[in-house]
C-alpha cells in the first residue's frame, strides 16, 4: 500500500487532497495529512482524513511527501524533517521556485525530488499543471506523482530547469486572464450593460475559446484569423491591440514573474 502525505493544507493543497481522495489511485494508497494550523486539522479529522500532529510524523511514515506550503516557509520545513527521511522517500514540491537542488540543500544530494507547478483551478478539478522530477525518481515514482496530480487536471512534462519560466504560462496565467476579463466587464458597465451578464458572456467565450484551442486542430493563428473578417470589427479590435503593444506587455509581465521566482529560490 503506498503512503502519501501532505504538509501543508492550504488552497493548492486540500485541491490535491479532495480530487485524490476521489481518484481510482486513491484505492492504493493510504493518505494522511499534517497543517500547521490547528483548527484546520481539527476540520480534517472531522472529514474522517487520517491527520497527523506535525511534519516528522509524515516524514516518518510516507513514502511520497507533497510540500504544500508558502516557499518563504520551506526551508524551516525542511530542516525540520530532514532526520525523518529515507532513501526511499520522495518529495514533490508544489513551491514556486523553489528548485530540486534548493531542497536537497538541505535534505541531501541523494534526495529525489519532483517538481510541480500547479495552478488555482485545481479546486474546480480542471487544473494545469507543470510537472518535472530529476534522475534519482524512478519511473515508477514518477508515474504515481502524475497520477496524483492528473486526477485534478490537465498537465504536461517539461524539463526540471524551466520550472520557474513556465509559472507565468500556468500558474499565474489565470489571474492575469481575470484583470483582462475585469477591464472587459468594465467597459460593458461603462456602455449601460449589466456587469455581471457581460462577465458571464467574457467567461464562456473565453470557456470556448479554450476548447477551440486544445480540440479544434487548429493553431492559434488559424484561429485568429478565423474570427477575423477583413475590414469587421474584430480586426479593428485586434489592431488596438497590436498597436499598443501588447504582446511587449504580456513578454514584459512574464519576464516579472519568471525573476522573482528566482528570487523566491535563492
Known amino acids: 500500500m503506498t503512503t502519501l502525505g501532505f504538509i501543508g493544507a492550504g488552497n493548492m493543497g486540500m485541491a490535491l487532497i479532495k480530487g485524490f481522495s476521489a481518484s481510482k ?8 495529512i499534517y497543517d500547521a494550523d490547528l483548527n484546520k486539522r481539527d476540520e480534517l479529522r472531522k472529514s474522517n482524513f487520517s491527520v497527523f500532529e ?31 527521511l529515507t532513501a526511499g522517500t520522495v518529495l514533490i514540491s508544489l513551491c514556486a521556485g523553489i528548485s530540486a537542488e534548493f531542497i536537497r540543500r538541505y535534505t541531501g544530494e541523494n534526495t529525489k525530488v519532483i517538481l510541480v507547478m500547479p495552478n488555482m483551478p485545481m479546486l474546480l478539478g480542471l487544473g ?15 508515474a504515481f506523482a502524475r497520477s496524483l496530480i492528473e486526477s485534478c487536471g490537465a498537465f504536461e512534462i517539461i524539463p526540471l530547469d524551466k520550472m520557474n519560466e513556465i509559472i507565468c504560462i500556468n500558474a499565474s496565467s489565470p489571474a492575469f486572464i481575470y484583470l483582462f476579463a475585469k477591464y472587459f466587464a468594465d467597459y460593458a458597465a461603462g456602455q449601460g450593460i449589466n456587469e455581471k451578464a457581460a462577465l458571464n458572456l467574457f467567461s464562456h467565450a473565453l470557456i470556448g475559446a479554450a476548447k477551440m484551442m486544445t480540440d479544434s486542430g487548429l493553431g492559434v493563428n488559424e484561429l485568429i484569423e478565423q474570427v477575423s473578417s ?16 501588447l504582446e511587449k506587455l504580456v513578454k514584459s509581465a512574464c519576464e516579472a514573474c519568471t525573476k522573482r521566482a528566482y528570487e523566491l529560490g535563492e
Open 25 to 32: 489511485a486513491a484505492q492504493e494508497a493510504r493518505l494522511h
Open 54 to 84: 506535525s511534519g516528522s510524523e509524515i516524514a516518518k511514515t510516507c513514502k511520497y511527501i507533497v510540500l504544500a506550503c508558502k516557499p518563504q516557509q520551506i526551508s524551516e520545513l525542511l530542516q525540520t524533517i530532514k532526520d525523518d
Open 128 to 142: 494545469s499543471s507543470a510537472i518535472a522530477c530529476d534522475e534519482a525518481v524512478s519511473g515508477e515514482e514518477f
Open 230 to 245: 477583413k475590414g469587421g470589427t474584430t480586426l479593428a479590435g485586434l489592431d488596438e491591440f497590436y498597436s499598443g503593444g
